[in-house]
């Protein structure tokens, strides 16, 4: 009696505050549901074609029930329909009608299953689909059951509402195996196996970093970018979508696995991140006392000649003074070569020597061996305003910038906007310079790539650092919002296809169209990405794309926000914290 009583209490701790029945929905509490079932089904199907609906980011409970039947019984069946199709078949060819196509596929097709039934590698079954799905109301609850019939259909799996049998519907839906709607379709082991496994994508790995939950399935989105064919990952959207908001939360957490991250930071989003985990904010402009001396050497490994490690270095720096001086002529090019030679040589570096501790020259160096050239006049005066003039104090110092630190953030904020894609040059190239030395894992960040992917030098460069990467354990994440520069070139494209990591957050209509074409997306997911909320995107991984929800723990986002209004009330607390101390 006391179990009877205790069974009676438990029902009314499950049962819902209301439950509505209607002839095409129910009301459960304050849900709306409707049953749809499988009604009839295309001669093939295809392989993973119930997906689309399992990944459906919708609410719905789905029942499968399979049912085995006698092979005997079948056998009969078939070949009594067998003999009612060869009759009319017989019948048609006696009025002279033309041969029904249709009328010798079924035949064809039923002897087929009869040999392989009767041969013991077919067997048949009754299968029963029935989808439940939930709503806040019957507006929503119409137009998710459309896009579901539409997903079906498009495959020629034609959907019926059960009608008048709503509560039939919802029991079978539920997870007791009582299948009270008892519709079924009668279908043998091949297309049956079409239905499983059930696909949904994942990108969880046994180790690694959380990029975020995966709007699918609500699984984790945990691996190692370190593990992939390369490290290199890209990230669009405009701005506001979330972009550094969801590079910050990559970098805090592959800081604590012993990553060194390098950071390009155009308006200063990561200093804050920077000053709270003891990184070092450099500030790289005209009035800075850091400076980084363009003309630094990298140090050869030992698999790798001075000459080769040389000349690379001098292709690198030619880059840098064109997008300094200005277009060269052929001419002014083959000078400019020979002058960085001897601009070296008064330092006794030469291609054959060992350079490893060897001061280098400055652009003060370089400047007199213009002036002593025939036909280096033009460059010598152009390059005078970055020795001499406005931009003096810029690039004509020797380096005094350690990259020491596990978190080195460049801001370039104050930076001329003309100067910001040599800054950008320039820093990268120290960089590189860098990480040629000292292999050690590493990402590099470059924020607002556009600043340098509007010049083919500096796109140039930025590409020839995404192909090489992987060889010095370096992983370059390139983040923009001026898509079109971006993607409008072959450079851009190649850093792209470089990328076995890509984030797709909230597009700009204006840009939709380049981004659909370019990551081959579905009009679903152009749709998606024209519309998500902050933190929601698309993460590509090689051949799989998932939609992602970025989500950082309290502290992390104290940290890592870049909203304006809530930096200001951080900054408050922090100043009434120490007024409190003090």
Do not use: C
Not at 486 to 510: C, E, F, H, Y
């Amino acid at each position: 009696m006391a179990a009877e009583q205790q069974k009676n209490k438990m029902s009314e701790y499950l049962a819902p505050g209301a439950f509505n029945i209607a002839p095409s929905y129910i009301q459960v509490g304050d849900k709306f549901a409707r049953t749809i079932f499988l009604a009839t089904y295309p001669r093939y199907l295809q392989t993973k074609w119930f997906s689309p609906v399992i990944n459906l980011d919708r609410v719905f409970d789905i029942s499968i029930f399979v049912l085995p039947k006698n092979t005997t019984t079948v056998l009969k069946q078939l070949r009594d329909q067998l003999s009612r199709l060869e009759s009319q078949t017989m019948e048609e060819a006696a009025k002279g009608k033309v041969r029904d196509p249709i009328l010798e596929t079924a035949i064809q097709d039923i002897e087929n299953l009869r040999d392989r039934l009767q041969q013991g590698t077919d067997k048949f079954f009754e299968l029963g689909v029935y989808i439940t799905i939930y709503e806040n109301s019957l507006k929503e609850l119409d137009e998710t059951e459309n896009k579901l019939r539409g997903m079906l259909e498009y495959q020629l799996v034609f959907p019926k509402v059960a009608t008048f049998r709503m509560l039939e519907g919802f029991i079978s839906t539920l997870p007791i195996n009582d299948d009270r709607l008892n519709i079924h379709t009668s279908l043998n082991t091949e297309p049956l196996s079409s239905i499983f496994p059930f696909v949904s994508f994942d990108l969880t790995s046994h180790d690694g970093i959380l990029y975020g939950i995966n709007t699918h399935n609500n699984s984790l989105v945990l691996f190692d970018r370190f593990q992939l064919e390369n490290y290199n990952a890209v990230v669009f959207g405009k701005s506001g979508g979330g972009k550094s908001y969801t590079v910050k939360l990559e970098i805090l957490r592959s800081l604590i696995f012993g990553t060194q991250v390098l950071i390009i930071d155009p308006e200063d989003e990561y200093k804050y991140l920077a000053e709270t985990v003891g990184g070092s904010p450099i500030k790289i402009s005209i009035t800075s006392d850091q400076h980084i001396n363009p003309l630094d050497l990298p140090v050869p490994k030992q698999d790798e000649s001075p000459a080769d490690v040389f000349k690379s270095h001098i292709l690198d720096l030619t880059g840098l003074l064109r997008l300094m001086l200005g277009e060269l002529t052929p001419e002014e090019n083959s000078i400019l070569d020979e002058a960085l030679i001897q601009t070296y040589a008064i330092k006794d570096i030469t291609p054959d020597s060992n350079f490893t501790n060897a001061t280098p020259p400055v652009l003060s160096d370089l400047q007199n061996i213009l002036e002593g050239l025939t036909g280096a006049e033009s460059m010598a005066i152009r390059l005078k305003k970055y020795t001499e003039g406005t931009f003096a104090g810029f690039l004509n110092m020797p380096t005094n910038v350690l990259l020491d630190n596990n978190l080195v953030v460049f801001s370039i904020r104050d930076m001329e906007e003309e100067l910001r894609p040599i800054a950008m040059y320039s820093i990268l190239n120290h960089i590189w310079t860098s990480v040629r030395r000292v292999q050690k894992k590493r990402l590099l960040i470059v924020d607002e790539a556009w600043w340098l992917m509007k010049y083919d030098i500096g796109a140039d460069f930025l590409s020839n650092i995404a192909k090489r990467a992987r060889k010095y354990y370096l992983g370059l994440t390139t983040i923009s919002q001026d898509i079109n520069d971006m993607l409008s070139t072959d450079k851009g494209k190649s850093i792209v296809t470089n990328s076995s990591m890509q984030i797709l957050m909230k597009q700009s209509p204006a840009a939709i169209d380049i981004v659909q074409k370019t990551f081959n997306l579905t009009d679903g997911e152009k749709y998606y990405l024209l519309e998500a909320r902050v933190g929601f995107g698309l993460f590509f991984v090689g051949q799989n794309h998932i939609g992602i929800r970025v989500l950082a723990s309290y502290a992390e986002d104290q940290i890592i926000t870049s909203d304006p209004r809530q930096i200001l009330e951080i900054e408050k607390a922090k100043e009434e914290w120490a007024k409190l101390r003090s």
